[in-house]
């Protein structure tokens, strides 16, 4: 048995077909079908049952699938940090950063990095903080952003701002005078944009309203903090999100009561040093987020 064996066998498990298999591993079919029958044969017995010109898979692949799926995936990992290896030191600087903190910071950051390095550019990708820290691992990216310490072993996480979160109304709901007010928690109604308890911060408001015994109504659950936002610029209800979100989108904004604290964390490889320029960058991201948070 060979590695190759259960990489060909996994994909055609994967996606059905030989065919399909085929262009996900980017070889040809026949490739494919010499491959599983080469497997076959070392094995003595059939991986699948051939029905008019389709596959089905035999109780004893099924069983083999579950138990070499973690070791293909895992094979696919070494040859992704492989890659990374012999494609050398890229000149772009690799960011990845969750979906609303890409789209609330990145813009102007980057904006303002290339005025004055105008010979260099990124690459951006938007991921959430689990993706992030495997693509960091993998030395597929320089540095991440997030709102959340994975403490994660191998991970550096280096706190750049700390702020608190808050609460996000359309326009014209408060009067100047309110919105230099803390709002509390349990005043916020029956009409609330929730952030899904799966994020770090969603899960601390969560508890926080839980503590208090709050009796609030959440009409929607967001996945994303620029979701929520985005709902209450809507006119769907209040929500609560961080500041650096908050500032990107027309909406009326209020510090809650009790303060809920956020911070704006940069990631990167224990082993890694940032270059010049990626430096330069992650100076940009918060010099922008100060601004953000004033």
């Known amino acids: 048995m060979r590695l190759r064996h259960l990489e060909v066998f996994n994909a055609i498990m994967d996606v059905g077909s030989i065919t399909a298999a085929g262009a996900a591993l980017g070889i040809s079919q026949s490739s494919v079908s010499k491959v599983l029958q080469h497997f076959e044969m070392q094995l003595g017995w059939s ?45 772009a600087v690799r960011v990845v950063a969750t979906p609303s903190l890409a789209q609330a910071l990145l813009p102007a950051a980057v904006t303002a990095w290339r005025r004055r390095h105008p010979g260099e550019r990124c690459e951006i990708s938007t991921f959430h903080t689990v993706d992030m820290v495997s693509r960091l691992m993998l030395g597929e990216a320089d540095f991440g952003l997030t709102l959340d310490n994975p403490c994660r072993d191998g991970i550096c996480a280096r706190l750049l701002l700390e702020h608190h979160m808050l609460v996000a109304a359309p326009p014209g709901t408060w009067s ?11 005043e916020l109604g029956q ?15 969560q508890g926080v309203v839980d503590a208090r015994e709050c009796e609030w109504h959440c009409v929607s659950v967001a996945q994303t903090h620029l979701l929520a936002a985005a709902l209450a610029a809507a006119g769907h209800g209040l929500a609560l999100v961080d500041p650096f979100t908050a500032s990107a989108m027309p909406v009326q904004t209020r510090r809650s009561q009790p303060s809920i604290p956020v911070g704006l964390w ?29």
């Open 266 to 294: 940069l990631l990167t490889r224990e082993e890694s040093k940032l270059s010049p320029a990626a430096q330069l960058l992650v100076d940009a991201v918060g010099s922008h987020a100060r601004t953000c948070a004033a």
């Open 47 to 91: 991986l699948f049952e051939r029905q008019a010109g389709k596959l089905s898979p035999t109780p004893e692949a099924r069983r083999l699938y579950r138990d070499s799926e973690k070791l293909v995936a895992h094979l696919k990992t070494v040859r992704r940090l492989a890659a990374t290896f012999s494609r050398g030191v890229d000149s």
């Open 191 to 205: 009409q609330v944009v929730g952030i899904a308890t799966t994020d770090s911060l969603g899960a601390l408001v």
């Open 176 to 186: 100047e005078a309110e919105c230099s007010t803390p709002l509390p928690i349990d």
